[in-house]
């Protein structure tokens, strides 16, 4: 069955924005998730005792960031596997092509993220998108209404396992936070078979505990009706989203920020269903951002000043600037490098992910006005595709379909 059964994409004419705008914004907000943890201020970490700045770091952070960031590129990533098949399919490509196309592109972001994860931060995202991309994108060469099901599936799957993860991590460690603590440091042989002891697992806890499948299977839905590439189409829905899923994102997280900040005091079993509830309202809370700048793209894309343009050049160069910006994060904190992180607490290291993503918008305003590539997007799609057709797939799926 044609992955435009039961409902097709729609022609593209040109390059829209949003969804490379929404991009670009987004590896902002996983540098400052990741920077926090650099500093002992993961998910669920008590601030009371804190400095005023870093408590007020820590409420925004659980409010608007913390599992929010990451569900939003997981959407996009499922958003772009879309229109990959959608435009192979297109061109006539065989969907046993297809389908190896899509084993090609799990297998290499499972090894890209594999050396990142050894080399620099192990709770990195490529391995679980290349898992995911190897366990569902046989969905995109199904029916729409075979996306649903898969959604609904998924859907009932977390509600069950989420809770679970996170009630399990706040007994085994006595707070959540301490799973997310210490990355390993680089001076023993210790540090270094932490590293890789812990490759194989980080993308299977993250596919269990986190709703990762059900938000890629969200972006294969959103690419098949193409609501970022015409959002002026969908304007109405994409309001009703942002607005309904944003609210709702924040009142679940809620519970967890009074809790950090001391003004609650919930026992094992509640602190950890209330970080469930955190996280499974991240879903929303995705979907919600992805819509926001849906629709602040329509504004941008009749005037797209200097700084938009440097965000969305960031955003087509996806994997090339996420891998950058968590270097540059562990090179400024850990402890074993710059060591920052040892005197910084959540609000340094917001501050820090802000210094690392701002040089990487010059860098990436640089490559665009030099009409050049990510390197690493370019080496994926020479992995992907080999040499020929990843010359034709950088002018038919832009860069930023493969982060």
């Not at 995705?286 to 797209?304: H, N, S, T």
Request: aromatic share 10%; glycine share 12%; net charge positive.
């Amino acid at each position: 069955m044609s992955a435009t059964t039961g409902g097709g994409l729609p022609p593209r004419a040109s390059r829209r924005l949003a969804p490379d705008l929404a991009r670009g914004a987004m590896l902002l907000l996983i540098a400052m998730a990741y920077a926090g943890v650099y500093v002992g201020a993961g998910f669920g970490t008590d601030v009371v005792g804190y400095p005023l700045q870093d408590r007020a770091a820590s409420l925004l952070t659980t409010l608007f960031l913390d599992n929010r960031a990451f569900p939003m590129f997981a959407i996009l990533f499922g958003y772009g596997m879309a229109w990959m098949v959608s435009r192979q399919l297109d061109r006539g490509t065989p969907e046993r092509e297809v389908r190896r196309l899509l084993r090609r592109r799990g297998g290499f972001l499972l090894l890209f993220g594999f050396v990142h994860a050894f080399l620099v931060f192990p709770g990195e995202i490529l391995t679980s998108y290349g898992l995911a991309a190897l366990t569902t994108g046989w969905l995109l060469l199904r029916s729409n209404r075979a996306i649903v099901r898969a959604a609904v599936v998924f859907a009932v799957f977390y509600v069950v396992t989420v809770p679970v993860g996170m009630v399990g991590m706040v007994i085994a460690d006595g707070s959540a936070a301490d799973d997310y603590a210490l990355v390993p440091g680089y001076l023993t042989a210790g540090d270094w078979f932490e590293r890789l002891v812990f490759l194989p697992f980080g993308p299977v806890f993250i596919a269990f505990a986190f709703p990762l499948l059900i938000l890629v299977v969200l972006g294969y839905r959103a690419g098949r009706a193409g609501l970022l590439d015409d959002p002026e189409a969908h304007r109405g829905f994409l309001t009703r989203v942002a607005v309904v899923c944003t609210s709702v994102s924040v009142l679940g997280a809620l519970p967890v920020a009074l809790t950090v900040q001391g003004v609650l005091s919930p026992g094992t079993l509640t602190e950890g269903l209330s970080m469930g509830l955190q996280v499974l309202s991240g879903v929303l809370g995705g979907a919600g951002y992805a819509a926001l700048f849906a629709l602040w793209g329509i504004r941008l894309e009749r005037r797209k000043g200097p700084l938009a343009g440097a965000v969305a050049a960031m955003g087509q160069r996806s994997l090339t600037f996420y891998i950058l910006n968590s270097v540059l994060v562990a090179v400024m904190l850990h402890p074993d490098l710059v060591g920052l992180g040892t005197r910084a607490g959540p609000f340094g290291a917001l501050l820090v992910a802000a210094l690392a993503w701002s040089v990487s918008l010059l860098l990436a305003a640089w490559l665009e006005v030099r009409s050049r590539p990510g390197p690493l997007d370019q080496l994926m799609r020479r992995c992907v595709y080999g040499g020929r057709r990843a010359r034709e797939a950088a002018r038919d799926e832009p860069a930023r379909r493969d982060g």
